[in-house]
């Protein structure tokens, strides 16, 4: 399986623990794509066992950067793998996700998010009756077949968008851990002004959908 992974990043410093704790995996993603959305537009990242791609696209939001990888950036991968730039990950997740991909043929998987990090084999595959956006992966097909972000949704609501659209399950895994440092790429670019607004435009688009 190619597994490839993009981030949007919008803090340097959170963004370098998470690679670094990408670079500590048992298994490493074939790609990460880094989507430059730092105020100063000039992150860089160098690794010694990861191929890692810097796109400096500056404050272009979020779900431009989802909407990117959909278009373009993921066209080799059968994983696709979205995060933010504030979690880190457990040394076993890609071997998780790519082994609970491979024995249950499941679409969507999210790890589970807890205070400190812990490292662990896959565990039990639980339904999940909401989404989580900071962190999940998908198989190509499955995200081939979802529609594109809209453009007025530039930071909220892309998961959202996503798991509303959904026809297939989406599903938690509770035994693979991340951390998760919420809103920090918010509050570095003041945009939590702009949730009501966007929330609005979700709404209405989902109640006006024909």
Known sequence: MQVEVVIPVVTGLEAEKLLRSIETNTVLPNAVHIIDNTPEGDFSYRSDVLEVAVYHLSDTGLNFAWNAAKRSLFHKASICCFFND????????????????????????????????????????LAMSKRQGCCFAMTKENLNNLPYIPAELKTFFGDDWWFYHKDVSWFRDDKNFITHKVGVGIKALDKRKYLRKERAIFSNIINNKT
């Open 86 to 125: 504030d979690i880190e990950i457990n040394k076993y997740y890609f071997e998780n996700i790519v082994a609970q991909f491979m024995q249950y043929h499941v679409k969507v998987l999210c790890p589970t998010v807890i205070p400190k990090l812990s490292h662990s084999k896959k565990g039990k595959l």
